[in-house]
């Protein structure tokens, strides 16, 4: 079984709807992220949590909100999509060693696309 | 601002070929920089770089860091059509955001 999922792995909407976009964890990890992909953009940071009272914007969080419910999920909404928020969404974990490692893992992706 | 470029953008080669690819970064206080392979799913990762001149390998992958000049090279030798892939690299800082990614090379492998 996959350590970190999504759902749904593909969703069209029409603007102005509400959207949630979930990710569930196995691994154990206190921290959890929301990434978009645009082509050309590479990974934008959307929202970060360090734990489940922490929750902190990223570079481009204008359009989203975040609920983590648990350690072990971290949910993504868009209160009114909008056709730029068309884009390929991860969901990741990480958890900080003792050596100074903190390596993410990612979900499968959720491509959203927004008429 | 903190930021990562990589380069060339888009590179297609024929199998066989030794490829690579360039990323270098300005971002404050940093702590490591991250190699990852991206197919159609979501990436999948590679190396891990903390410490300059030391060489990490994977089979015919192989990456080093020059924390001197910036900058982070991913080379792979002997391509094969299933190298065709985004290749990301991303750096982590210290505090706030933890990683900022580079838009990606993408490599064709022809057979």
């Known amino acids: 079984d996959a350590d970190v999922t999504q759902t749904p792995r593909n969703r069209i909407t029409k603007t102005g709807k509400r959207i949630m976009l979930e990710c569930s964890q196995t691994k154990g990890h206190d921290r959890m992220y929301w990434y978009r992909q645009d082509p050309g953009l590479g990974l934008q940071l959307i929202y970060y949590s360090f734990d489940v009272k922490d929750i902190n914007k990223g570079e481009i969080s204008d359009g989203y909100s975040v609920s983590r419910q648990a350690q072990a999920k971290f949910s993504l909404s868009l209160e009114s999509a909008i056709p730029n928020q068309t884009a390929l969404y991860f969901c990741?974990?990480?958890?900080?060693?003792?050596?100074?490692?903190?390596?993410?893992?990612f979900g499968p992706g959720t491509r959203l696309t927004v008429l | 601002e903190d930021k990562v470029v990589q380069s060339p953008l888009s590179l297609v080669v024929h199998e066989g070929d030794t490829v690579t690819l360039n990323c270098s970064y300005e971002v404050t206080n940093f702590r490591s920089l991250l190699w990852y392979k991206q197919e159609k799913k979501a990436p999948t990762f590679l190396f891990m770089l903390t410490s300059s001149g030391i060489e990490k390998k994977s089979g015919r992958l192989s990456s080093i860091l020059d924390k001197k000049e910036l900058f982070s090279i991913l080379n792979i030798t002997a391509t094969q059509t299933g190298d065709s892939a985004v290749y990301l690299c991303a750096v982590r800082y210290n505090y706030g955001q933890n990683f900022v990614f580079g838009p990606g090379t993408r490599l064709s492998v022809l057979p």
């Open positions: 990741a974990t990480s958890d900080p060693g003792g050596d100074g490692t903190d390596t993410q893992y």
